[in-house]
C-alpha cells in the first residue's frame, strides 16, 4: 500500500500533478465559519458577484435559478437584501440596487446576456468595499471561473475586506490553476473561503450558497441550526471558515 504524507497539521500533502477531490475540497471549504459572524448592523445584505463573460453561459444560467433558493432560506432567520455585481465585454461592470425579493432579482438577472472579455475582478471588490463602507454588508460571494488580473492588487482589495469584517466566498468553475491560486489567497486574506465546483455539482454550490445566505442573515448560529436540519451546505460551511 503506498505512504500518505501527511502535514504538520495531519492532513495529506497534495504533490504536483494532484488534483484534490470534489469531496476533500468541499470538506476544506466549510471547516471555515466556526469563528465568523457578519459584521454588525449588516443586516443581511450581501453582494453577489458574477463573472458574465463568455466561458461563464452555463453558470450564469444555474445562478438565476439559485439565487431563489437563497432568498428561500434566508427568509427563515429574517430575510435578505443582494445587491448583483456582474462584468461582461469591454470593461463594462454594473451593480445592481438592493433587491429584497428573488423574484425581483431573478428579473433583473433574466435580461443580462453573457459577452466576451476579460475578468474584471478588481472593479467587482472596489464595489464591494464601497458598499462595506456605506451599507454595512455582512458578505461577498463571487463566481467565475478564471483570473486575469494583478493578483497583488486582488489580493489587497480582499485583505481590505477582510479587515472591515466581510469575508469573501469564492466559488470556481472548473480548474484553472492560477484562478485557484488567486482566488484561495483573496479568501484567506479576507477570512471567507473558497471552493470549487463543476458542471455535474449544481446541487452542491446550490446548497453552499444557500448557507452563506443563511451565515449572512444569521451568522453562526444559524448556520448551525441549518446544519441540525440536515443542511449539507451549512454543514460544509462550517467546516472550513476560521479565524486566522
Same mark, same amino acid.
Given at each position: 500500500?503506498?505512504?500518505?504524507?501527511?502535514d504538520?497539521?495531519?492532513k495529506?500533502?497534495r504533490k504536483?500533478g494532484?488534483l484534490?477531490s470534489?469531496a476533500?475540497?468541499?470538506?476544506?471549504?466549510l471547516?471555515k465559519?466556526k469563528?465568523i459572524?457578519?459584521?454588525?448592523g449588516?443586516?443581511?445584505?450581501?453582494?453577489?458577484?458574477?463573472d458574465?463573460t463568455?466561458?461563464?453561459?452555463?453558470?450564469?444560467?444555474r445562478?438565476?435559478?439559485?439565487?431563489?433558493?437563497?432568498?428561500?432560506e434566508?427568509d427563515h432567520?429574517g430575510g435578505l437584501?443582494i445587491?448583483l455585481?456582474?462584468?461582461r465585454? +469591454?470593461?463594462?461592470?454594473? *451593480?445592481?440596487?438592493?433587491f /429584497?425579493?428573488?423574484d425581483?432579482l %431573478?428579473?433583473a438577472? #433574466?435580461?443580462?446576456?453573457?459577452q466576451g472579455g476579460r475578468t474584471q475582478?478588481?472593479?467587482?471588490l472596489?464595489?464591494a468595499?464601497?458598499?462595506a463602507a456605506?451599507?454595512?454588508i455582512?458578505?461577498?460571494?463571487y463566481v467565475?471561473?478564471?483570473?486575469?488580473?494583478?493578483?497583488?492588487i486582488l489580493?489587497?482589495?480582499a485583505?481590505?475586506l477582510?479587515l472591515?469584517?466581510?469575508?469573501?466566498f469564492?466559488?470556481?468553475e472548473?480548474?484553472?490553476?492560477?484562478?485557484?491560486?488567486?482566488?484561495?489567497e483573496?479568501?484567506?486574506?479576507?477570512?471567507g473561503?473558497?471552493c470549487? +465546483?463543476?458542471?455535474?455539482? *449544481?446541487?452542491?454550490?446550490? /446548497?453552499?450558497?444557500?448557507?452563506? %445566505?443563511?451565515?449572512? #442573515?444569521?451568522g453562526?448560529?444559524?448556520?448551525?441550526?441549518l446544519?441540525?436540519?440536515g443542511?449539507?451546505g451549512?454543514?460544509?460551511?462550517?467546516?472550513q471558515?476560521?479565524?486566522d
Open positions: 500500500m503506498a505512504k500518505t504524507d501527511l504538520a497539521t495531519g495529506p500533502v504536483k494532484d484534490p470534489a476533500s475540497d468541499i470538506s476544506a471549504f471547516e465559519a469563528e459572524e457578519p459584521k454588525a449588516s443586516d443581511g445584505r450581501l453582494i453577489f458577484a458574477l458574465a463568455m466561458s461563464r453561459q452555463p453558470t450564469w444560467d445562478a438565476c435559478h439559485i439565487q431563489s433558493e437563497m432568498f428561500q434566508a432567520i437584501k445587491k455585481v456582474y462584468f465585454g +469591454f470593461g463594462e461592470c454594473r *451593480a445592481s440596487r438592493w /429584497e425579493r428573488s425581483d %431573478a428579473k438577472m #433574466s435580461r443580462i446576456s453573457v475582478i478588481s472593479k467587482v472596489s464595489a468595499l464601497q458598499s456605506d451599507d454595512k455582512a458578505a461577498v460571494v467565475g471561473d478564471c483570473m486575469e488580473e494583478d493578483v497583488d489580493c489587497d482589495k485583505g481590505q477582510g472591515m469584517g466581510v469575508p469573501v469564492l466559488f470556481q472548473g480548474r484553472d490553476a492560477i484562478a485557484e491560486q488567486a482566488f484561495r483573496m479568501a484567506r486574506l479576507s477570512k473561503a473558497y470549487p +465546483f463543476d458542471a455535474g455539482s *449544481a446541487q452542491q454550490l446550490a /446548497e453552499l450558497l444557500k448557507a452563506v %445566505a443563511v451565515f449572512a #442573515s444569521g453562526h448560529n444559524a448556520l448551525v441550526a446544519e441540525r436540519k443542511g449539507q451549512a454543514r460544509l460551511l462550517l467546516q471558515i476560521k479565524s
